[in-house]
């Protein structure tokens, strides 16, 4: 019989025994942990691992945050790599500055670029990178703050008057910017404080050809060939950030079986849902991102199409949106399996029947299950209009909105504004919206028309939202209108209004601001809706799921992942795959060969720089390698270490096979693996293609 067929029959296995009893732990590989739990007890019986307290403290201090300046979520991890504030990540994780510092003459995306000097760096216009300075668990004073007997409305919004209180004392006590995250489903409430940076440069990045090589058709696959980095550098008063944690490079990266630890920013997993939340996200949920998602990436496609320069102008946008699509073809491909579906079920049943089993569990916490699956039952009629009452597709769009909600929310008491909008966040909301990335109205006009049309099928034509975007006119006028009435491109207007506010917005007659005041009430209407109907609940009764939990296994596991800092771990490992075997390495020999197994037609085309350089290359160096890590989108760019902590490689992808795993751990017998650039890789190509040896010699400094 196949190993293959064998590993069927053993899930199939599995899968029973878990029917029968489900205790939750780590198995092999899993977990993406936080930092104040991590799992040193299977490092040190597993691997014989024991890192020191300061060991955990420089990982964590290196590892930063990258992403667009006010966004708490999305973006990508990148690691402090030299004493001189230089960061290392991915090309695709910063291709969205590439593209804003890009013009048609220079374009950076396409071909690269390298500051010899440090007065080279290019600003980038609206990037932040932040770290994670301290944590503190604030649990008791959250969950203290609801009272007795108040509803799941009441206790949200209870909750989160005592959030904000500690983020604004935390600021004013430390002078660093804080963030209440919850974990566990919210059994926990942690305060997390970042230092951040917002003078960001680019110093260095590949061409896309040379990162991307392969395109969507190698996306989500192994082996790769992509050499997927970037450096950028973060500057304070002027002159570069002095950074006294920070990750050594590996000349020689990691060696068949080595042990390594990874840590990042991932987005999201739900792998604490319960089987109604995971049954809206298979029925409901995901099928509707995937039509927002498709609306957006075909929009962008189309207006692509007109010509080199509209190409230009949508590729980083678009590729963005090809790969979250093609990661949710195979989340969604996994929980519509009916076995992996089953294992879900059959957790959720042994948690209930060991809480019934215990009385005083029973009393607390029963009831819980019930609550969620009612709040999700009237979900998707709404969550339609949710997903579609926004104006996010379109930048100018999104300017508008904030700077109407804005001037709505700073009216109240700190405590009473959504989260995006309290005292601690308002800076970066005004960076993001003073941002000099450069506009284009014909693309801002495409991307609307075809939101405003898909909304449209979507909504009907009488939904509130289309009638205030449409106002009788077809989607495609509507939008002429919109963008060729408005003045928001000009950052200057858009500071008038922000420093105006609430007066100078309702003065205001750009047609983009009007649109925004029109909508406003639809959107408010929807997210109290939701806030109430289905988020409080969820926030009130996962809690008592999450205290449940704890209370039959203790906290014997890692949370969700929720776009902060976590650190997972595993060995540098191929797998087999059918009957065949995968190396844990690919090299330039395989670089060289599939582009020239395919002609050197796209996207199997090497730019000129590598053409060229062929025979300056020693083509056995290593270029890329898999490992057994628990990882997902957002952990792009992380810092893969060794022992030593020295940077042995970037993160930048993961194979179908690990797709998956925001639902549950892929176990690493079925082969799910995280891909990453090998350091030695970057080494190479930076000497011998770039001419980048201060760069090298930076990287390298003992």
Not at 264 to 286: E, F, S
Not at 299 to 320: F, H, I, T, V, W
Not at 346 to 351: D, G, Q
Not at 353 to 377: F, H, N, S, T
Request: neutral net charge.
């Amino acid at each position: 019989m196949k190993r293959s067929r064998l590993r069927a029959t053993n899930l199939l296995l599995t899968a029973a025994l878990l029917a029968v009893s489900f205790v939750p732990r780590a198995l092999a590989d899993e977990g993406m942990w936080t930092f104040d739990n991590p799992p040193l007890k299977l490092w040190k019986e597993r691997y014989g691992f024991e890192p020191t307290a300061a060991w955990l403290e420089r990982l964590r201090l290196s590892t930063a945050r990258l992403a667009e300046v006010g966004t708490t979520t999305g973006g990508g991890t990148g690691a402090f790599v030299s004493a001189d504030g230089l960061i290392a990540t991915n090309q695709h994780v910063g291709a969205s500055q590439l593209g804003k510092l890009s013009t048609p003459e220079r374009d950076l995306v396409k071909n690269g670029f390298y500051a010899r000097t440090r007065g080279e760096e290019l600003k980038c216009p609206d990037y932040e990178v932040s770290v994670l300075v301290s944590y503190e668990d604030v649990t008791a004073r959250v969950q203290g703050a609801v009272k007795k007997g108040a509803s799941p409305a009441e206790a949200n919004a209870q909750r989160q008057a005592e959030i904000a209180a500690v983020e604004k004392e935390s600021a004013q006590k430390t002078g660093f910017g804080g963030n209440v995250v919850k974990l566990y489903s919210g059994g926990e409430y942690w305060l997390y404080r970042y230092k951040r940076y917002t003078d960001v440069r680019l110093v260095f990045a590949p061409e896309e050809q040379a990162a991307f090589f392969g395109g969507d058709y190698d996306n989500f696959t192994y082996p790769r060939y992509d050499l997927d980095i970037s450096f950028f550098r973060v500057y304070e008063s002027g002159q570069p950030a002095r950074t006294e944690n920070y990750l050594r490079w590996s000349k020689a990266g990691p060696q068949e079986g080595e042990f390594v630890v990874a840590s990042g920013y991932p987005g999201a997993t739900d792998r604490l849902l319960t089987v109604a939340q995971l049954k809206y996200q298979r029925d409901a949920g995901n099928p509707l991102q995937m039509r927002v998602w498709t609306s957006r990436r075909d929009a962008l496609a189309a207006y692509a199409a007109r010509g080199p320069e509209q190409a230009r102008r949508a590729q980083s946008a678009k590729r963005s949106l090809e790969n979250s699509i093609k990661r949710l073809v195979g989340q969604q491909e996994g929980l519509s399996s009916p076995r992996s579906f089953a294992r879900k079920e059959a957790e959720e049943k042994a948690l209930r029947e060991a809480v019934a089993a215990r009385p005083e569990l029973q009393r607390e916490y029963a009831g819980a299950w019930g609550e969620i699956e009612a709040a999700y039952r009237d979900y998707p009629s709404t969550a339609k209009r949710v997903a579609f009452t926004t104006l996010v597709p379109s930048r100018l769009g999104t300017i508008a909105s904030n700077l109407v909600r804005r001037a709505e929310e700073v009216r109240k008491p700190d405590a009473q504004r959504y989260a995006e909008f309290r005292e601690g966040r308002l800076p970066a909301l005004a960076l993001s919206i003073l941002s000099p990335a450069p506009v284009y109205a014909d693309m801002e006009e495409a991307v609307l028309a075809a939101w405003f049309k898909e909304a449209r099928e979507a909504l009907g034509a009488d939904d509130p939202f289309v009638r205030a975007a449409l106002g009788g006119s077809t989607p495609e006028e509507a939008a002429r209108k919109l963008i060729a009435g408005t003045k928001l491109a000009d950052v200057n207007v858009r500071r008038a209004l922000l420093e105006g506010g609430a007066e100078a917005i309702a003065k205001s007659d750009d047609p983009l601001i009007v649109l925004a005041r029109n909508v406003e009430p639809t959107y408010r209407e929807l997210r109290a809706w939701e806030e109430s109907h289905v988020k409080g609940v969820e926030a009130s009764a996962g809690q008592r799921i999450a205290l449940a939990r704890f209370g039959v296994y203790g906290k014997s596991t890692y949370p969700d992942a929720t776009s902060t800092l976590r650190v997972t771990y595993g060995t540098v490992k191929g797998y087999e795959e059918d009957t065949t075997l995968v190396p844990f390495k690919t090299t330039f020999y395989g670089l060289y060969d599939r582009a020239e197994g395919f002609g050197g037609k796209p996207p199997y085309e090497l730019p000129a720089r590598f053409r060229d350089g062929k025979g300056r290359l020693e083509l056995s160096t290593p270029l890329d390698f898999v490992y057994t890590a628990d990882t997902i989108g957002g952990m792009s760019g992380s810092p893969v270490v060794n022992r030593d902590a020295e940077v042995v490689g970037l993160n930048f992808d993961s194979n179908v096979q690990k797709l998956p795993n925001r639902y549950w751990y892929v176990d690493e017998a079925d082969g799910g693996r995280a891909v990453a650039v090998h350091s030695s890789a970057v080494l190479e190509a930076l000497r011998k293609l770039y001419d980048a040896s201060p760069l090298v010699e930076e990287l390298t400094r003992p």
